[in-house]
């Protein structure tokens, strides 16, 4: 079973940056695909970010897209999610989740790391 451990969120006032760190540990193989996802109070779990681990194609939420970047360390089996320009909105618990195979879903979950942006 694959282990996943957010780190790097905090509070940040609106304009402001962070960089989240998903470390991932106890898997064999390398997955298909690993994303990112937040969940704001009150609201659902929404996709924000996705990274293919082979070729690196990258996916993004049209609220994030040009703020936000995803990148991942093969070697560190690590992807990270650099936030700019925060706002308000982005406000959100963020978790790190993991695909194995293209024809499923994300099956592996972080805890999640606080995002907190004051405006």
């Known amino acids: 079973q694959v282990q996943l451990a957010e780190s790097g969120g905090g509070w940040v006032q609106a304009g402001g940056s962070l960089r989240l760190s998903c470390a991932a540990s106890g898997r064999t193989a390398s997955p298909y695909q690993m994303g990112w996802f937040r969940q704001a109070p009150g609201k659902e779990r929404e996709f924000v970010a996705a990274i293919t681990w082979s070729k690196g194609t990258t996916s993004y939420a049209d609220s994030v897209k040009d703020r936000f970047t995803i990148s991942k360390d093969n070697a560190r089996n690590t992807v990270y999610l650099q936030m700019t320009t925060l706002k308000a909105d982005d406000t959100a618990v963020y978790y790190c989740?993991?695909?194995?195979?293209?024809?499923?879903?994300?099956?592996?979950w972080g805890r999640g790391t606080q995002v907190t942006v004051s405006s």
């Open positions: 989740a993991t695909r194995p195979y293209s024809i499923r879903q994300y099956d592996s």
